[in-house]
C-alpha cells in the first residue's frame, strides 16, 4: 500500500472454499442397494474435456438407468448444495460409455462433459448389492481435464454391508368350518 509519500508492506491470506476439491465420492447402503454420490468440480476450477470416470467394485451392479447428474446452488460463503431441478441432459450436456465386461464381470463407466466446467456438479447412482453381510464394496473415481496444467484428482469410497436377518415358527391346527346358507 502506498499512501502518496510512504510504502507500507500489506500481508494476506484468502481461503477459498472447496479449493481443490475436484473430486470426492461417498456412498450409502440403502437395503439391497448402495446409493453412491458424487461431488465434482466443487472448487469451480474451470476445466475443459472433463471426464469422469467411475469404477465400483465386482460385487455390486451398477443400475445404470439411476446414474442422472445435477447442477447445484453455491451460497456467498461457497458451500455447495445439490439443485433437483437443474437436471444435466445426456447427449446435450454430457455422454455416457458404460462398459460391463461379462468375462470378468467389471462394470465401469465414463462421463464426457460436452461443455466447458465452471461449476459444481452432483452425480447420483444406486448398484445393487452382491456381497454378504460384513464384506464391503468400494467405488473408485477419477477426473481428468485440461486447464492451463492437466487437472487430475480421483477418490474412492467403501462401505460395509449390513444385513439384517430374522428366523421365527408358526404352529396351525386343523379345525373346521361351518357354513350356513340364508335366504
Not at 68 to 90: H, P, R, W
Given at each position: 500500500?502506498?499512501?502518496?509519500?510512504?510504502?507500507?508492506?500489506?500481508?494476506?491470506?484468502?481461503?477459498?472454499?472447496?479449493?481443490?476439491?475436484?473430486?470426492?465420492?461417498?456412498?450409502?447402503?440403502?437395503?439391497?442397494?448402495?446409493?453412491?454420490?458424487?461431488?465434482?468440480?466443487?472448487?469451480?476450477?474451470?476445466?475443459?474435456?472433463?471426464?469422469?470416470?467411475?469404477?465400483?467394485?465386482?460385487?455390486?451392479?451398477?443400475?445404470?438407468?439411476?446414474?442422472?447428474?445435477f447442477g447445484t446452488k453455491v451460497d456467498n460463503k461457497g458451500a455447495v448444495t445439490i439443485d433437483t431441478?437443474?437436471?444435466?441432459?445426456?447427449?446435450?450436456?454430457?455422454?455416457?460409455?458404460?462398459?460391463?465386461?461379462?468375462?470378468?464381470?467389471?462394470?465401469?463407466?465414463?462421463?464426457?462433459?460436452?461443455?466447458?466446467?465452471?461449476?459444481?456438479?452432483?452425480?447420483?447412482?444406486?448398484?445393487?448389492?452382491?456381497?454378504?453381510?460384513?464384506?464391503?464394496?468400494?467405488?473408485?473415481?477419477?477426473?481428468?481435464?485440461?486447464?492451463?496444467?492437466?487437472?487430475?484428482?480421483?477418490?474412492?469410497?467403501?462401505?460395509?454391508?449390513?444385513?439384517?436377518?430374522?428366523?421365527?415358527?408358526?404352529?396351525?391346527?386343523?379345525?373346521?368350518?361351518?357354513?350356513?346358507?340364508?335366504?
Amino acid at each position: 500500500f502506498n499512501d502518496g509519500d510512504k510504502d507500507y508492506p500489506l500481508d494476506g491470506k484468502v481461503t477459498v472454499p472447496n479449493g481443490g476439491n475436484h473430486i470426492a465420492k461417498s456412498g450409502k447402503q440403502n437395503g439391497e442397494n448402495v446409493d453412491w454420490t458424487v461431488n465434482i468440480n466443487f472448487s469451480q476450477s474451470t476445466i475443459e474435456d472433463a471426464i469422469i470416470r467411475d469404477t465400483p467394485s465386482t460385487n455390486q451392479r451398477v443400475l445404470k438407468d439411476t446414474i442422472k447428474l445435477f447442477g447445484t446452488k453455491v451460497d456467498n460463503k461457497g458451500a455447495v448444495t445439490i439443485d433437483t431441478t437443474k437436471v444435466l441432459v445426456e447427449g446435450t450436456d454430457y455422454t455416457l460409455i458404460f462398459n460391463d465386461d461379462p468375462l470378468t464381470g467389471v462394470q465401469t463407466f465414463e462421463i464426457h462433459f460436452l461443455q466447458t466446467l465452471t461449476s459444481p456438479y452432483v452425480m447420483k447412482y444406486s448398484a445393487v448389492i452382491d456381497e454378504i453381510n460384513g464384506n464391503q464394496v468400494s467405488n473408485g473415481i477419477a477426473i481428468e481435464g485440461k486447464n492451463t496444467q492437466i487437472i487430475e484428482g480421483d477418490d474412492d469410497d467403501y462401505i460395509v454391508v449390513q444385513s439384517s436377518t430374522g428366523s421365527g415358527t408358526g404352529n396351525g391346527f386343523r379345525g373346521s368350518i361351518i357354513v350356513t346358507k340364508k335366504d
